[in-house]
Antibody, heavy 125, light 108 residues
């Protein structure tokens, strides 16, 4: 059973870079044609897609965050990572990592299942 | 960007009743690239439906999705106590992949 687990600092200072890692267990991050995504949820609010990385390493970012976001993959560690630079209080949120879905036909898209449990990152001095 | 608008914002029903949740897109979602998620307090979202009408693994058949184009519906035919939660729709047709603002399904 595939499981994902986010890790990283829970507190980041304004203007600094938020860095999170998602560790995948129960399956190989490079074995199939999946997308791997990051989604965030500010406290008490809705969900926002941050970006995704394809198994080949191609990246896709939300234009609203594109200038500040980098997603990368480390297949040797079965992990993928998120970096968000120049953070402000508006970036305070629960950050989730998740795997994209694939149909039996092999078509893979950015619906997400399963998700990690999420990690709260607070931006504050 | 495709904007998804969910209605109602809050739905108050009793166990055993039928729930109908709506998700309307600002432009057509091609090939029904629409998903539904359930989220309970303190938990990550859980995939219910993808492709507008395909149930995810382990989702009971009292949960169903329908629709195409700009109008999509999530139906729970007979509510169980564990169904009371917040529900989100998401389109994965075009980037940026967007979510609706959510419908809270609460016990009446």
């Amino acid at each position: 059973q595939l499981q994902l687990q986010e890790s990283g600092p829970g507190l980041v200072k304004p203007s600094e870079t938020l860095s999170l890692t998602c560790t995948v267990s129960g399956g190989s991050i490079s074995s199939s044609s999946y997308y791997w995504g990051w989604i965030r949820q500010p406290p008490g609010k809705g969900l926002e897609w941050i970006g995704s990385i394809y198994h080949s390493g191609s990246t896709y970012y939300n234009p609203s965050l594109k200038s500040r976001v980098t997603i990368s993959v480390d297949t040797s560690k079965n992990q993928f990572s998120l970096k968000l630079s120049s953070v402000t209080a508006a970036d305070t949120a629960v950050y989730y990592c998740a795997r994209g879905g694939c149909l039996w036909s092999g078509e893979c898209r950015n619906w997400f299942d399963p998700w990690g449990q999420g990690t709260l990152v607070t931006v504050s001095s | 960007e495709i904007v998804l608008t969910q209605s109602p914002g809050t739905l108050s029903l009793s166990p055993g009743e039928r729930a109908t949740l709506s998700c309307r897109a600002s432009q057509s979602v091609s090939s029904s690239y629409l998903a539904w998620y359930q989220q309970k307090p303190g938990q990550a979202p859980r995939l219910l439906i993808y492709g507008a009408s395909s149930r995810a693994t382990g989702i009971p058949d009292r949960v169903s999705g329908s629709g195409s184009g700009t109008d999509f519906i999530l139906t729970i035919s007979s509510l169980e106590p564990e169904d009371f939660a917040v529900y989100y729709c998401q389109q994965y047709d075009s980037s940026p992949y967007t979510f609706g603002q959510g419908t809270k399904l609460e016990i009446k």
